[in-house]
């Protein structure tokens, strides 16, 4: 949720009953501490701080978030065993993200307090095994006893029954989110993402690590380089910095690298938090009703 | 399902209150005769064939199903314009599988009866897309009116309630029976599979045609000539003649291609078909009961 989960996106889910998750990956230090003052004088409900633990200014961010007493991180892309005694040692609940049960199980016996388990479809950064989400949660709610949490292909309350029925205690909603009024990312990038037809996103840059991106230039240009057998060197020359910036928060639709989840093809409509959460709650108990209710 | 799913596997899903369906793609014409009169001799439940639709001798096999009075043929793997009214005319119902919505709407506009919808996570040939069937269920309901039948990573109860929830009418399920006791496939493919861990299914040669392969040694030198970028035409004749034969009916777990699902890592036990349907139903039921009862 880089780019796109501010703390105003964060603040307008949790005061609607979710858990809004401050996305910390793609800011400096010093917004993070901005995001963070201004949570905290929007709102008292709870909320967390997606950490990836391979950000290179991690001791600030960490700091950060123990100054601001955030209640929750959310730690992913790295070794669950460096921080979270940390956190744990002030009070701040760890949940890892993973996507894989061999992961989990390790980030478990890390002492974190719950897990994100996250499959293929998802948007962004992705695991190798490309284990998707029916196939994954079932796997990890067999190996772990602590909550889990599924993430990855979920825009609907349909799809918030399947994980429940799967085995999952929650979900995470990404994509949906990235497109509400509140998100932070570009209005063009929203517009994209409800335009945008099943078959559109595509997991790339496996040999540097695989994220899922919507088709535009700047993802040809990358699978022609794969195509034509590149090296990572190319590919990551061609990367460059700043390409996810350049696209999901200002606006270019071209040669900006556009990270979301294979369920936008289903997101047709900008929405509010409030009315995202309505339609969401409104949707699963339809769903449980109407779907689910006899037995076979 | 080809080399696992013969007329005794058909005629024991069918009897077990399922639809069995023999697979016609790794048969001669002849052979499929014999399946046909075989599984005709053992019993009088509705059963179905499934159907490739580039099978090489496809006049013989349409034959042979109109001469057995099929009630249903499940098409795949091709154009549902071609074949569909002519089974139509003989009183057999045509379902046709698909990856995509698009290719859905194609087949209900050629007048099939039914639709399977197989996502990312399903064994063998597979779309170019790369929907998973979290996301591709959905999807397709919103465009068409027939049933449709979710396929692609269901191998319990609770995948079935899952797919339920997404708007599936039914599912279709391969890799589990795959592994039962009536599969024709070899004992030490069914066991391969049981000893299957996360993560150990790909989907590759996708320069041919995707297919999703248990990992193995002839995995493996297919994923090397990816990687320095063979054209298709190496690949191809790396592939050879019979390689699916080789490995998942004569046993040879490293030459072969073990054509197999994602959900292969969660099958643990080779189980009669009785058994199957009977914790499928179970674990159905449990779901529904203790997961998906309460309203938000």
Redesign the interface.
């Known amino acids: 949720m880089i780019w796109c989960s501010g703390w105003k996106l964060a603040a307008a889910v949790s005061k609607e009953g979710g858990l809004g998750i401050i996305g910390s990956g793609s800011m400096y230090p010093d917004v993070l501490r901005e995001h963070l003052a201004k949570y905290r004088a929007a709102t008292d409900y709870p909320f967390a701080v997606n950490l990836p633990l391979l950000y290179t200014d991690i001791e600030q961010h960490v700091k950060s978030i123990i100054d601001y007493k955030v209640p929750i991180v959310f730690t992913s892309a790295g070794n669950p065993n460096t921080w979270t005694s940390k956190f744990k040692d002030h009070g701040i609940k760890v949940v890892q993200v993973v996507s894989?049960?061999?992961f989990a199980i390790k980030s478990q016996e890390a002492g974190v307090d719950a897990i994100v388990a996250e499959?293929?479809?998802a948007g962004g950064h992705n695991g190798?095994?490309?284990?998707?989400?029916?196939?994954?949660i079932?796997?990890v709610r067999?190996h772990i006893d602590i909550p889990l949490i599924a993430a990855?292909?979920?825009g609907?309350g349909?799809?918030i029954?399947?994980?429940?029925?799967?085995?999952a205690d929650g979900v995470q909603i990404g994509s949906l989110f990235a497109t509400s009024v509140e998100s932070s990312a570009h209005i063009s990038f929203k517009e994209r993402i409800i335009a945008s037809q099943?078959?559109e996103t595509?997991?790339c840059m496996k040999k540097i690590i695989p994220v899922r991106l919507l088709k535009n230039k700047f993802y040809e240009e990358i699978t022609h380089l794969e195509?034509?057998?590149a090296g990572s060197d190319k590919i990551n020359n061609h990367l460059g910095r700043g390409r996810a910036k350049k696209g999901m928060f200002e606006g270019d639709m071209e040669n900006g690298e556009l990270e979301i989840g294979?369920?936008a093809?289903?997101i047709n409509k900008i929405k509010t938090v409030k009315e995202i959460m309505h339609d969401l709650?409104l949707e699963?108990?339809s769903?449980?009703?109407n779907?689910?209710?006899?037995?076979?």
């Open positions: 894989s049960s061999k499959g293929f479809e190798r095994d490309e284990t998707t989400t029916l196939c994954l079932p796997e067999r990855g292909g979920i609907s349909a799809a029954a399947a994980c429940m029925a799967l085995g099943e078959g595509m997991l195509n034509i057998c294979q369920i093809a289903s709650i699963y108990n769903t449980i009703k779907k689910l209710s006899n037995p076979l």
